[in-house]
């Protein structure tokens, strides 16, 4: 496709319970990013891959909290035994290279996934 | 600790007039500074950007300031339209950390006819 893609758009889920939220960057892409916004919040930082190897996984707010990435395309955020305060909106985000300040503005974003947990 | 903050939650403008939009940091390491919009259901769309070395960027209907002593930026949109309806998200980046961008909370455009 032509943008970044996520599913599910929408996501109930029960406490306890785990979830898994897909995130389809743009092709091409090597820098793929998790942020989320909860209410009321800013978009908060959660990890940070580069092809399949995350260099900065510093925002992962526990250890509940992992991601992968495979054949440098496809994320997955996993989020174990979810909790209330899990309910946020996370958004993927996919660029060309960080580490150019020039296309690091490039962000491109999904429309995300609105996580409620009941 | 909030390191970007936009104390605005909302805004209303007629449509024509200027709309300044206004974002303060504390991290004296952010080195670079964005704008983002989002409308509803969509994720945020990059706007415009600042380096730490410039006071103001222009891009069209839209500038932005910085003012580093004062650890402040702004955005302005002349004439504002009603399409210009939307959220905009301040953001900046520390040097050395391409990866990582902080935002605020948000404020919301409402442009009005």
Redesign the interface.
Known sequence: GAG?SQSPSNKVTEKGKDVELRCDPISGHT?L?W?RQSL??????LI?F?GNSA??K??LPSDRFSAERTGGSVSTLTIQRTQQEDSAVY?C?SSLD??D?AT?????????TQLSVL | DQQVKQNSPSLSVQEGRISILNCDYTNSMFDYFLWYKKYPAEGPTFLISISSIKDKNEDGRFTVFLNKSAKHLSLHIVPSQPGDSAVYFCAARAAGTASKLTFGTGTRLQVTL
């Not at chain 1, 690091?104 to 995300?112: A, D, I, W």
Request: hydrophobic letters at 30%.
């Open positions: 970044v820098a990013y942020y009321g919040q800013g978009l908060e930082f940070y580069q260099p900065d510093s925002g958004l985000a960080p580490d300040s690091n503005e490039k962000l491109f974003f999904g429309s995300g």
